[in-house]
């Protein structure tokens, strides 16, 4: 079975510039999530999915982070402009019914 | 509410000798606990979990934990460490129903040889 995989897994921009990172979950999982890892730090929830729905985007800087799953299968999340506090590993997740959460190898963001 | 919290943020031992990380846990529900583990530039490895059955949880590459209510505790441990071992280890508890993860800092485990 195919793990989560996401794309790019590198990325360097200078501030106020965008980026976007994609995101294809396990076959099956109606459950994605995308993560912020900063260095030194546990990652922390940005916005839930449930199947084309956000369940959960609490933690969504909405005003330079936006987040999509138009079929309920890949995501993309974008941000634009990008801060240097942004700097951070990007994770994503998905999950079937149970509780497991799978994780993807993410994509590290550096803005200088 | 939830919250996690990793007691070290660094734990060295040598190669042969005992892993204890520790890890407390606070929670307005029944939790379900994982440790996650994340070798350098890969993706978290799930480790273990307990979802209210058996209190002594075994997971893969002979770690195990054991989830004590009273002291809101979910200890990572194993009993002779290995060179691959070396990673940073998260707690995570999930105690909603939409399994919102919460993780704590991580712990990096250092293997001397």
């Known amino acids: 079975e195919a793990g989560v995989a996401q794309s790019p897994r590198y990325k360097i921009i200078e501030k106020r510039q965008s980026v976007a990172f994609w995101c294809n979950p396990i076959?099956?999982?109606?459950?994605l999530y995308w993560y912020q890892q900063i260095l030194g730090q546990g990652p922390k929830l940005l916005i839930q999915?449930?199947?084309?729905?956000?369940?959960?985007d609490s933690q969504l800087p909405k005003d330079r982070f936006s987040a999509e799953r138009l079929k309920g299968v890949d995501s993309t999340l974008k941000i634009q402009p990008a801060k240097l506090e942004d700097s951070a590993v990007y994770l994503c997740?998905?999950?079937?019914?149970?509780?497991?959460?799978?994780f993807g190898p993410g994509t590290r963001l550096l803005v200088l | 509410a939830q919250s996690v919290t990793q007691l070290d943020s660094h734990v060295s031992v040598s190669e042969g000798t005992p892993v204890l990380l520790r890890c407390n846990y606070s929670?307005?529900?029944?939790?379900?606990l994982f440790w996650y583990v994340q070798h350098p530039n890969k993706g978290l490895q799930l480790l273990l979990k307990?979802?209210?059955?058996?209190?002594l949880v075994k997971g893969i590459n002979g770690f195990e934990a054991e989830f004590k209510k009273s002291e809101t505790s979910f200890h990572l441990t194993k009993p002779s460490a290995h060179m691959s071992d070396a990673a940073e280890y998260f707690c995570?508890?999930?105690?909603?129903?939409?399994?919102?993860?919460?993780f704590g800092g991580g712990t990096r485990l250092m293997v001397k040889p």
């Open positions: 999915f449930q199947n084309n729905g956000v369940v959960d």
């Open positions: 995570v508890v999930s105690a909603n129903a939409g399994n919102m993860l919460t």
């Open positions: 307990y979802t209210s059955a058996a209190t």
């Open positions: 997740a998905s999950k079937a019914g149970g509780e497991t959460q799978y």
């Open positions: 076959s099956g999982h109606a459950t």
């Open positions: 929670s307005s529900y029944s939790p379900s």
